[in-house]
């Protein structure tokens, strides 16, 4: 027991009790029409735009067209998200420094774009689930 809370006697003072003040509902309205609907936040904000490099390989035992129909659907994403492609690049089959999924080789494609960071991800989710796509690697260009 605090020593607050003894009497002189010993025997037990009652506690204080604690007055709320009612709810200040004129000082929320307030603050709520001097920073708007959005909590002083803009309604519709800039997303900056980055530029990104991707890298996909794809296996060998893809045919020519169906590794095209993967790269023009990533573009497609890419383009479907608000994306822009800036450069495009097939480097053709190369041998891997080491083996993956026991391939030896794959088909390289380079491709530039500008995009937000929630295209980027969406990229990234998606060619995680792509099974042609043996590797990738996405990189925001600084």
């Known amino acids: 027991m605090a020593p607050w809370e003894q009497g002189a006697a010993g025997e037990l003072a009652p506690r204080p009790t604690l ?3 009612p709810p200040m509902r004129g000082i929320l309205e307030l603050v709520h029409t001097a920073l708007g609907p959005a909590g002083g936040i803009e309604a519709e904000q800039s997303v900056p735009i ?5 890298v996909l390989v794809i296996s060998p035992e893809v045919d020519d067209a169906r590794t095209q129909a993967v790269v023009d659907r990533v573009h497609r994403l890419i383009t479907q998200k608000g994306g822009t492609l800036v450069q495009h690049e097939s480097w053709g089959r190369k041998r891997l420094a080491y083996p993956i999924r026991n391939y030896k080789e794959g088909a390289y494609f380079f491709t530039r774009f500008q995009a937000d960071a929630q295209t980027s991800r969406a990229i990234e989710q998606t060619l995680r689930v792509t ?4 590797r990738h690697l996405l990189v925001k260009v600084e």
């Not at 980055?50 to 991707?54: A, G, N, P, S, T």
């Not at 099974?131 to 043996?134: G, Q």
């Open 131 to 134: 099974e042609e796509v043996l």
């Open 19 to 21: 007055h709320l003040a």
């Open 50 to 54: 980055r530029d990104y490099e991707l």
